[in-house]
């Protein structure tokens, strides 16, 4: 989980060591990158959706914690 915070919050921030600390607890490199992966597809999906003000689909139960009014 912490990696995945820091590469939501500061890409940049993040070193080998935090790949290493993944392996250590036994994630494979494929585990590693498919994590890298997903987290970054989500990461740029939540800002468009942001950057776009999309808004639920009419269908969609509002639930105030998962999109909350401006």
């Known amino acids: 989980m ?6 939501t919050r ?9 790949i290493d600390e ?6 494979t490199d494929a ?3 498919t994590a890298t992966e997903v987290i ?4 740029y999906y939540v ?3 942001e950057a776009l ?3 639920p689909e009419p269908e969609m139960e509002r639930d ?4 909350p009014n401006p």
Not at 2 to 7: C, L, Q, T
Not at 22 to 27: A, H, K, S, Y
Not at 64 to 67: F, K, Q
């Open 2 to 7: 912490d990696y995945a915070v820091a590469i």
């Open 10 to 18: 500061e890409p940049s921030s993040t070193a080998r060591r935090d």
């Open 22 to 27: 993944l392996r250590e607890v036994g994630w």
């Open 31 to 33: 585990q590693i990158l």
């Open 40 to 43: 970054g597809f989500f990461n």
């Open 47 to 49: 800002r468009m959706v």
């Open 53 to 55: 003000g999309v808004e």
């Open 64 to 67: 105030a914690e998962v999109w």
